[in-house]
């Protein structure tokens, strides 16, 4: 029996379950770590072809926000809004368009239509009683290329963070693959619900970055435009990609701030005693972190998005809080066993 013992090669000893995985020799895993960099960058590459190839799809979707932006009113003032067809000409106060019997509390419309006078055909302002919806928006601003050379750097925009969102869970998968067999099996546990939580944390700040920050953030950009006197129904096409798509990536990278904590919590370092007596000393970091990720620098973008973190914050120490007495509860019935 100890000869057939003896013969067992070591990697059968019961580590490979702890350890994860076989033991390699440092050639070996240089040679697994340049198939895995082969296989991100594979993944990188058709990631990028493949939000190229729908552009237009992905320029549809950015623009939603701007959308939804545009029917905020920005004044409660009647507005008269002269139109062409389905094409916005102009949107001017009530009180600067003299209109004999015009209404005074809410907006009048107008449009170019050709009238015939005798014997000739003008072109007159009329009353619109079915304006185009673009009309009844609170502002419309349009997404121009202003250069040869903008159509190009706003696919290349697109594609990289199109295929960069497009390839992050395959590299994920890949690096996982190459990272986990070094793992024992407790820490892979611990790198699983890591994961899970961050990645819905992370799609949880997007969505509501999309769906929320985004709007109020564009209608407060024109109105204060608008408040200084410059008109904004004209924006640079890149310029706007790229505001949309980092003010989304930061919003998603700013709702990690539960996991960065309970992890903290996780290995000592942290406490729910001590995340209470630093919530002012978060105030202040986290007013920074938002004016940081904010593009625009808007205080109520700003404040919209701390909001949110200091909820999450809060939700933070309600957590630790709660493992803490888990711990204190396990450990008073494993005294009272003994």
């Known amino acids: 029996m100890a000869d057939e013992l003896e013969v067992l090669p070591p990697e059968h000893d019961g580590s490979e379950d702890e350890g994860g995985g076989p033991v390699k020799s440092f050639l070996e ?15 990188l590459a058709l990631g990028v072809l493949v939000a190229l190839s729908a552009s237009p799809t992905i320029v549809k979707i950015l623009e939603w926000p701007l959308v939804l932006a545009q029917r905020v009113k920005t004044t409660d003032q009647p507005r008269v809004i002269l139109t062409l067809g389905t094409n916005v000409l102009a949107r001017m106060l009530a009180t600067d368009f003299p209109v004999i019997g015009g209404p005074t509390n809410q907006d009048l419309f107008l449009k170019l239509a050709p009238i015939e006078v005798g014997t000739n055909l003008v ?3 009329v009353p619109d009683t079915n304006p185009p919806a673009v009309a009844q ?15 190009f750097t706003v696919a290349v925009k697109i594609a990289l963070y199109g295929g960069t969102a497009l390839a992050a869970p ?12 070094a793992l024992h099996v407790h820490e892979k546990r611990f790198v699983y619900k890591a994961a899970g939580f961050g990645t819905f944390l992370f799609f949880l700040g997007v969505a509501f970055c999309y769906f929320l920050v985004l709007v109020v953030a564009l209608s407060s950009t024109v109105t204060f435009s608008n408040w ?7 924006w640079r096409a890149s310029e706007y990609i790229g505001f949309i798509c980092w003010f989304m990536i930061g919003m998603g990278f700013a709702f990690q701030l539960p996991l960065v904590l309970l992890t903290l ?5 942290l ?12 105030v202040v970091a986290g007013l920074t972190i938002s004016a940081f990720i904010t593009p ?16 999450l914050y809060e939700i933070s120490v309600i957590i630790a809080k709660w493992w803490e007495r888990t711990e204190a509860k396990a450990k008073a019935l494993e005294d009272g066993a003994r």
């Open 271 to 282: 406490d729910a005693d001590r995340l209470s007596g630093l919530r002012m000393y978060w």
């Open 170 to 181: 395959f590299i994920l998968l890949f690096l996982g693959q190459f990272i986990l067999p």
């Open 137 to 151: 928006y609170g502002m419309q601003v349009g997404l121009k290329t202003l250069g040869p050379a903008e159509p």
């Open 228 to 234: 200084l006197g410059f008109a904004a129904d004209e």
């Open 296 to 311: 625009d620098g808007n205080p109520l973008t700003m404040l919209l998005m701390f909001l949110p973190l200091h909820v």
């Open 123 to 125: 072109l007159a302002v």
């Open 265 to 269: 919590v996780k290995v000592g370092i």
């Open 29 to 43: 895993h240089l040679e697994d770590l340049r198939w895995t960099l082969v296989k991100c960058a594979i993944s």
